[in-house]
């Protein structure tokens, strides 16, 4: 068979497997696995890695003390000494607590699966089981070792695993992440705004409003004074966004508060806007004379900028094309573990998991029929970069 059938080749050899594959994904997802209950996790982990087992790879489980177990697939090249190494990257961790599923079980009704944990992402992980599937039954050799890193912590931002995948990446010559696809058309996507959260405090002089007021240095005035500078350092065409998300202060009204503080959300679709955000932060001055400004924080995920996706996103869309698939792709303002690989400067393609919609709430679903085609692309990919 000829190079440029094949992703039409792996598709023939993943359509069929439909069944199988909403097997796996029942299996999956009824192991509650949420990132805050490692003996839970650590349940999902095992099932999770005793089907990679099945598929004859070689699986590896790295302990971790708080918590779930991360898992380590690799598979080489048979004959040939690999040529370098590819990641795929993704979490079995979810948002939801034990218990969530006696709720809102798996079903599959209407051409779409439901469940917690289906769309983000554990689809997505049975579709890279059944691509490593396909490649072993397909003829055209693979060139590069794969590496399957499935973490337990993305959820709450990857602090435990960090250091696995990034080790691993750095390893590697691109990086694919099955975090879920975005809309109904499965985007991927090819850029992510960088995430982080800044405290400002206000130190002020507490005085009595009506007895001495000019002795006070009214913390929420100057608060106030300084959200309003902040609030135009949002530029929504460049992707830059701040929001003052909580913010307190203050005790009675007729007290001159002598502190006030406010929580922001920060983001940022590019390392320099990033970089000058943290600045201005960190350069505010106080408006009133004798208030104390204490600034603290500043970005935990790095944008995942558009030029460490463009050449995997073109590749892919070559070999969507050959599957008669229109493979389009957007940027997004949340931040995944592609965040960190891409600020490594390894090409970095996000969004490759399942399509569907309604992550991290009640309507969670996939829509089934995607599945053999999403894992047929993945595949195609792990041949051709
Ligand atoms: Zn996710």
Redesign the pocket.
């Given at each position: 068979m000829s190079d440029k059938n094949l992703p039409e080749e792996l598709l023939g050899l993943l359509k069929p497997r439909l069944p199988q594959m909403l097997a796996t994904l029942r299996r999956f997802v009824t192991t509650e696995s949420p990132s805050l209950e490692k003996a839970a996790a650590d349940r999902c982990c095992g099932v999770i890695a005793e089907d990679w087992r099945k598929q004859g790879a070689r699986v590896e489980r790295i302990r971790q003390k708080q918590r779930g177990d991360l898992l380590r697939i690799t598979h080489a090249p048979d004959k040939s000494r690999p040529s370098g190494q590819l990641l795929v990257l993704g979490?079995y961790d979810t948002v939801y607590s034990t218990g969530t599923l006696a709720r809102r079980p798996f079903r599959v009704k209407g051409g779409k699966a439901y469940g917690p944990g289906t769309f983000?992402?554990k689809a997505g992980i049975v579709q890279a089981l059944f691509a490593l599937q396909a490649l072993q039954q397909t003829k055209a050799p693979l060139r590069k070792r794969l590496v399957f890193l499935w973490t337990s912590d993305?959820?709450i931002g990857s602090e435990a695993s960090r250091k696995f995948f990034e080790a691993e990446a750095r390893r590697s010559d691109a990086v694919f992440v099955l975090?879920p696809s975005f809309g109904p058309q499965g985007l991927l996507k090819t850029a992510r705004k960088g995430v982080g959260e800044a405290e400002l405090i206000v130190h002020g002089r507490a005085s009595h409003a009506g007895l001495a007021p000019q002795e006070g240095i009214n913390a929420i005035h100057e608060l106030a004074g300084q959200l309003t500078r902040i609030e135009k350092w949002s530029d929504l065409r460049r992707g830059v966004t701040v929001n003052a998300g909580i913010i307190e202060g203050g005790t009675r009204t007729n007290v001159i508060p002598e502190r006030a503080r406010a929580v922001l959300d920060l983001r940022a679709l590019h390392v320099s806007d990033m970089l000058s955000l943290e600045a201005r932060l960190h350069e505010l001055r106080p408006l009133q004379p004798g208030a104390r400004l204490e600034v603290s924080g500043g970005f935990d995920r790095p944008p995942l900028e558009s030029k460490m996706s463009a050449t995997l996103f073109e590749r892919a869309r070559m070999l969507a094309n050959q599957m008669n698939l229109t493979l389009g792709e957007c940027t997004v303002g949340g931040g995944?573990d592609g965040n960190f690989t891409a600020a490594l400067g390894i090409p970095t393609l996000d969004g490759l998991g399942a399509v569907g919609d309604g992550a991290h709430s009640s309507r969670e679903h996939i829509l089934i029929n995607t599945m053999p085609t999403r894992a047929a692309l993945l595949a195609a990919l792990l041949l051709n970069v």
């Open positions: 979490h983000d992402m993305e959820e975090e995944s």
